[in-house]
């Protein structure tokens, strides 16, 4: 709000207003550039609906009575509001803002009158409900790119990167500052992230049951003989992650079974001669729900491996060993994070 | 000797291979190296899990090439070789470092005798001194030229032009062994299963098919050949579940992956039988 206002003015965030038990949300002192200031009284929601404003006006109102000093105006602030809440607000002889940069501000001694637009619709919500998981590409996009480079990151750059709608972003994002996974400066950028935390929780969520989505096939030579073969073939629909992949970060990583992430799996098994097994199988092959996948690989000798977060998050719900292999594997992420994160 | 234990033991292995090509060098164009040492020459490099077990060193003798001296008892007597003398067996010797050395001699030159005496009947050898063997006739077919020198830094200088068995003798050969102890599976050794899937990842199919080929061709290997691929067929191309295949995944228990490795080395049986046109429906692929 402070940027809003006309030159030489200024608002500064007063303490110990209250009185009998109660206590307002904030309150704030605007002063004019002459020195005379006004105090907001603040109350605030995470949602304002048009049809709550009316008690949350009777409330305030009371409040103001109650407190010491007494407030001279009243503002509601929120995530977002929409446009009919907004309305009603200002009805109601409210002021408002919210954090996309809807604000209403007409104080009378000293006079003044801000008027600034954001956001028309809920960038939050959107169509959807507000997110409560890490489920879906649109989160694995986010998440993949909170993850691969460091902080501090402004949101809109998180979203460039991430690939995906402003809207769909926010909503992600939101999610992680709730579950107290990353550190945002109001309105400001993300400055912590709490990356095993995300990934971790990110895992549980993720809907690939690698056991379950992988079809099963058996290179009978052997692993070694297989990066032969997918060195001197040409091709680029694919990626490999899970342990073998891990090998290729982590020394003491033991490469067992392959996981290869193939935009045609059949053709892919076909060109280097895996067979389809029911058991012995010693490669995975995954088509990929969202290309997401594919971000930030790495080409070591000719192959094509993940990223060390996919890497990871595809260990943490692979089979057998898997999830213990990816222990070791975030355990070295911690220690080389300069080696993997830009 | 610049480590303990176990490590050494291929070199210390290869060392009386050379001992005994040294002794025998008067007959060395009569010897064809045969199995470990063969194995790990053409597949020691294999991508398995294990590595492989070089404790012995096996030599066929060919009789065609075979001089009547010096007799391959002496020759090997007077170069420091001992008999085992609680268990004395045909053709069985020790070096001085303990290292135990086979002579044996395909059962087609092995002279006459029933199946069951051990000793061959070829003089003026001794009867003691080489052990008959079916399926060696394979290594007679199917061998090469190789310079035989030490392995590791032991500083042993020895070097020896002799002839290697290749990869289908070695197959042919081991695969009699695990037929006939089929039908007495007490005498059965897993390794025996995993050393032909070590020789059949190393080896492509394409080349090991063309030797299987040339071993079928030729009369004296033709019917050894024969036998070897039926129970190629029944204990390994039938799957991973054949008797063949569960031993060679049961040698990884514990280091490797046992599942995968029978799952193989069904796959790459059935493989080369179709490469030689005996394909009869194996599961190996499946």
């Known amino acids: ?342 | 000797m610049n480590r303990p234990g176990d490590a050494e033991l291929p070199v210390r292995t290869r060392a009386a291979l050379l001992d005994a090509l040294e002794a025998l060098e008067g007959q060395l164009d009569a010897l064809i190296v045969i199995g470990a040492q063969a194995l790990y020459m053409h597949a020691g490099e294999a991508d398995v899990a294990i590595p492989p077990e070089t404790k012995d060193a096996d030599l066929s003798v060919d009789r065609d090439r075979l001089q009547d001296e010096p007799l391959l008892d002496e020759a090997l007597a007077s170069a420091g070789f001992h008999r085992d003398l609680e268990h004395p067996q045909p053709g069985g010797w020790f070096n001085s470092d303990g290292i135990p050395v086979d002579l044996m001699i395909a059962e087609a030159m092995a002279g006459p005798g029933a199946r069951e005496r051990r000793g061959a009947r070829v003089p003026p050898h001794g009867r003691g001194s080489m052990r008959r063997t079916r399926g060696l006739e394979a290594s007679i077919v199917d061998n090469d030229q190789v310079e035989i020198g030490a392995i590791g830094d032991s500083g042993d200088k020895r070097s020896f032009q002799a002839r290697v068995a290749g990869p289908g003798a070695l197959l042919v050969a081991k695969l009699h062994k695990i037929g006939e102890r089929s039908e007495n599976p007490t005498r059965l050794q897993d390794k025996d299963a995993h050393d032909l899937y070590r020789l059949l990842v190393a080896v492509p199919t394409p080349a090991l098919a063309e030797t299987v080929r040339r071993l079928l061709v030729h009369s004296f290997s033709r019917g050894v050949t024969e036998q070897a691929l039926s129970h190629f067929e029944r204990l390994f191309a039938a799957g991973p579940a054949a008797l063949g295949s569960e031993m060679a995944g049961r040698a990884e228990a514990g280091v490797g992956s046992p599942d995968v490795v029978s799952a193989a080395v069904a796959a790459l049986a059935a493989d080369l039988l179709e490469a030689v046109g005996r394909s009869s429906g194996g599961l190996g692929g499946s």
């Not at chain 1, 000293?110 to 600034?116: I, Q, S, T």
């Not at chain 1, 956001?119 to 879906?136: I, L, N, V």
């Not at chain 1, 000798?301 to 595809?314: F, K, L, Y």
């Open chain 1, 1 to 342: 709000m402070g940027d809003r206002l006309p030159e030489g003015w200024s608002a500064r965030s007063r303490e110990k207003v209250a009185g009998r038990g109660k206590r307002a949300d904030a309150a704030i002192e605007v002063s004019a550039a002459n020195g005379d200031s006004s105090l907001l009284l603040v109350e605030v929601k995470r949602n304002v609906e048009s049809r709550d404003v009316p008690e949350l006006a009777r409330r305030l109102r009371e409040l103001g009575t109650e407190l010491e000093p007494p407030p001279d105006a009243a503002m509601l602030a929120a995530q977002y509001l929409n446009p009919s809440a907004r309305e009603r607000i200002v009805e109601e002889g409210l002021n408002y803002a919210d954090a996309t940069g809807n604000l209403y501000l007409a104080l009378e001694e000293p006079a003044l009158f801000v008027r600034d637009t954001g956001a028309s619709r809920d960038p939050w919500r959107g169509p959807g409900r507000p997110r409560d998981s890490f489920r879906g590409p649109i989160a694995a996009r986010v998440v993949r790119a909170l993850l691969d480079f460091a902080p501090p990151m402004t949101v809109p750059t998180l979203i460039e990167r991430s690939e995906v709608s402003t809207g769909a972003g926010y909503r992600v994002i939101d999610f992680l500052e709730r579950q107290d996974l990353v550190e945002r400066q109001p309105r400001g950028p993300i400055t912590r992230a709490d990356w095993r935390g995300v990934l971790e929780r990110w895992a549980r969520d993720y809907e690939l049951n690698l056991a379950e989505a992988a079809d099963t096939f058996l290179a009978p030579r052997g692993l070694r003989s297989l990066w032969e073969r997918l060195s001197g073939v040409e091709e680029s629909g694919y990626l490999l992650s899970g342990s073998a992949a891990a090998a290729y970060y982590e020394e003491y990583a033991q490469a067992r079974m392959a996981m290869f992430y193939a935009d045609d799996p059949q053709r892919f098994a076909e060109r280097l001669d895996l067979r389809p097994v029911e058991s012995g199988a010693n490669v995975l092959l995954v088509r990929p729900a969202d290309p997401v996948v594919y971000a930030r690989a790495q080409e070591r000798e000719g192959i094509r491996i993940a990223a060390p977060s996919q890497v990871a998050v595809d260990l943490l719900n692979g089979p057998g060993r898997a999830p213990v292999e990816a222990q070791a594997l975030l355990d070295w992420m911690e220690r080389n994070e300069s080696a993997w994160r830009r």
